[in-house]
């Protein structure tokens, strides 16, 4: 079955850096799009970054542009996304997905706090 790991995340001062690793399992990593989202309490899940299935091309949503990349190493069916000159605003619970044979599929989360 398809499961999704999230790790990285954690407390941070703003202006600090983070990665986050999604390690992906039960499918074939390399022919799917990825995609990081988050959410903060009271407030809907939102895309962050998405890259497509050979990793050529990405998108970013505009509050992250310029300070997040994502990308992917299909060597080790995992995805990344690094975060620089994080903001309190970036605070949120960051999800990993892939749509997988029909099927939308989550990690369970990992949580970015920054805070001074």
């Known amino acids: 079955q398809v499961q999704l790991v999230e790790s990285g995340g954690g407390l941070v001062q703003p202006g600090g850096s983070l990665r986050l690793s999604c390690a992906a399992s039960?499918?074939?990593?390399?022919?799917?799009?990825m995609a990081w989202y988050r959410q903060a309490p009271g407030k809907e899940r939102e895309l962050v970054a998405y890259?497509?299935?050979?990793?050529?091309?990405?998108d970013y949503a505009d509050s992250v542009k310029g300070r997040f990349t994502i990308s992917r190493d299909n060597a080790k069916n995992t995805v990344y996304l690094q975060m620089n000159s994080l903001k309190p605003e970036d605070t949120a619970r960051y999800y990993c997905?892939?749509?997988?044979?029909?099927?939308?599929?989550w990690g369970q989360g990992t949580q970015v706090t920054v805070s001074s």
């Open positions: 997905n892939a749509r997988v044979r029909g099927g939308d599929y």
């Open positions: 039960g499918f074939t990593f390399s022919t799917y799009g």
């Open positions: 890259i497509s299935m050979p990793g050529r091309s990405t």
